[in-house]
């Protein structure tokens, strides 16, 4: 159940490309109680459901992304569409088909490792409402159990932890996208020096080439130390990143407190000694009843 790759697409207006990326993944349940739970979880994460048979979805994505223009994949315009066949007793087969609009029209690998994040993020969110009242594991009832009782899972937290490793996975592609552009253009300004060595000093526009020459070093030079300490500014943002948690894990709860024994009072006054035999111990009780009732 891996992912794949399909080739970029140009669309109506030639300035942008369609790239596609399929993912597929087994979620446990019925077709149509998946379908539902799917809905939610995609309205949740951030996309717009236009149609459920099957599920259509919609992310309208940032400026930038709206632009072209951004490092982040997940800012891109993009649709997505899920295809549920049944896949065995108490299991769905879900194809999770994007199309995402931007104007380079590749898909890096770390772009398509966080289009699959998202595919975990949105399973692990659809599960998570599942487990009131089936368990993922084995598909028994749970009627509001916090651990199922026919296989022992406990059930999901309020937050799933695919949502942070969404986040950071995200986060660490744009780090990383900043760092290559800034490289790249580093790398730039430190070679275009080197060209004034190979021109003509003695030619009329020697000068004036030197001028061009060291702008276009200055602006490349600048520009690429700008995008690496972007790229590290991303990189400490997803390093630093905190992880909540409302559904944590919970503290136990003592049944009884365990009385202190060093506050207990002597042997002497829990056990005290009976003088005499039991039958005159009964004896002086009668006494005192008969004497009440005179």
Known sequence: MGAEFIPAMADESGFYYLTEH?????????????????????EQIGFRVVNETPIQARRTGSESGKAGC????????????????????SS??????????NSIGYLSPGDRNTLT???????????????????????AELSGARFCRQCGAPAAT??????????????????????????????????????????????????????VITVLTGIFGVSGILMLLRGLWWMAQSLNQPIE????????????????TASLPPAAEQNPVVVGSVTEATTDLLRQEVNRSL
Do not use: H
């Not at 979620?27 to 809905?39: D, F, H, I, Q």
């Not at 769905?92 to 609009?101: L, P």
């Not at 998202?118 to 598909?139: D, F, K, P, T, Y």
């Not at 660490?172 to 021109?199: C, D, E, Q, R, S």
């Open 245 to 260: 948690r409302s559904g944590g894990v919970r503290p136990i709860r003592r049944m009884a407190e365990v009385p202190n």
């Open 158 to 211: 309020s937050t799933p932890a695919e949502l942070d490793l969404l986040s950071l996975t995200a986060k660490t592609n744009v780090a990383y996208k900043w760092n290559v552009w800034g490289a790249a253009f580093a790398a730039i300004g430190l070679v275009l020096p080197a060209l004034l060595f190979l021109l003509d000093q003695d030619a009329p526009k020697y000068a004036k080439r030197v001028r």
């Open 92 to 101: 769905t087969r879900a194809i999770f088909d994007y199309t995402v609009r």
């Open 22 to 42: 399929d993912v597929e993944r087994i979620m446990p349940g019925e077709v149509e109680a998946v379908r539902a739970r799917l809905s939610e979880a995609l």
């Open 117 to 139: 994040r998202e595919v975990e993020a949105v399973i692990a969110l659809a599960n998570n409402r599942a487990m009131v009242l089936q368990c993922i594991s084995c598909g």
């Open 70 to 89: 951004s490092n982040d994949i997940l800012g891109y315009p993009a649709t997505l569409k899920v295809s549920l066949k049944p896949a065995g007793n």
